[in-house]
């Protein structure tokens, strides 16, 4: 199934059909959630959409890879829900070959992301060396199946007359398993490079950073070329951060993510989507 939902000045909402990223992106495999789109442009590029769940199992990772969809309307609101299966994770694989095996090689590169997300001073030389051993190893992101057995059902409500989006998560009995979920709230770089917020912080391309926990009670991602502005708040029990990276051909998003630890059985949100011009 595939769905799209018109906004307001050329703009609308997809989901199904079209979920997997762009091939030439390594995340190309992954499922996404709403995506933004202006008139032929999709603003997405490598960002994997609004309400999208990833699952930390200690250092591990565990992203979509299946999605079933449903959908509802009433007039301008918008029903769909979208079960995602929680069954792929990342690996490395030099360029035409096989994935790479080795636990100590793994073990580094998710020590790397934990040392990434707790220690800001360190993340510009953190990046660079990744970046720089990737290109030197000729190493590319890939994902395989994995058999976690875990989903979780987001509902999308959307109201196509103002472009606000409730998002409700639900995922009962992850907790025993799981040690965090991140809810994923992104779209393109180059087309959303910059930041704002309602603490009064202004922020453009390389300033916002790769992961930075939001204090504001309400924050925002700006396109000036479209004129388009995506903002949401802060959630009880959740960490909010920002992020934008934007590397050569691999790596092009904006956007923001709930962390959750343990995840909930429930959580939801709006996403507000506004236009600027």
């Not at 079209?18 to 789109?37: A, D, E």
């Not at 429930?266 to 236009?275: E, F, K, L, Q």
Request: charged residues 20%.
């Amino acid at each position: 199934m595939e769905l799209s939902i018109p906004l307001a000045g050329g703009f609308s909402l997809t989901i199904g059909g079209q979920s997997c990223g762009p091939s030439r992106y390594p995340t190309g495999r992954l499922q996404r959630g709403l995506l933004l789109v202006h008139g032929t442009n999709d603003l997405a590029e490598e960002g994997v959409g609004f309400g999208v769940p990833i699952l930390k199992r200690g250092a591990q990772t565990i992203f979509p890879g299946g999605l079933e969809l449903t959908c509802q309307r009433r007039g301008a609101v918008w029903e769909v829900t979208a079960t995602f299966a929680m069954d792929f994770v990342e690996r490395l694989a030099r360029a035409g070959g096989d994935h790479l095996r080795s636990r100590l090689l793994y073990g580094a590169r998710d020590a790397l992301a934990v040392l990434h997300r707790r220690a800001p001073v360190l993340r510009g030389p953190l990046t660079a060396t990744s970046n720089a051993l990737r290109c030197a190893c000729g190493w590319v992101t890939t994902f395989e199946k994995a058999d976690t057995g875990a989903s979780v059902r987001v509902t999308y409500t959307v109201d196509s007359l103002n472009g606000s989006i409730g998002v409700a998560v639900d995922a009962p009995g992850l907790a025993a398993g799981f040690s965090e979920m991140v809810i994923m709230n992104e779209l393109g770089a180059r087309h959303f490079d910059r930041y704002r917020d309602s603490d009064g912080t202004r922020l453009v391309g390389k300033q916002i950073g790769t992961w930075d926990e939001v204090t504001a009670a309400e924050a925002s991602f700006v396109s000036q070329t479209h004129g388009v502005a995506f903002s949401l708040g802060q959630i009880q029990g959740a960490r909010l951060y920002r992020g934008r990276e934007l590397v050569g051909s691999r790596l092009a998003w904006s956007g923001f993510g709930y962390s959750l630890s343990p995840p909930p059985a429930t959580v939801s949100y709006d996403v507000r989507i506004v236009r600027t011009a």
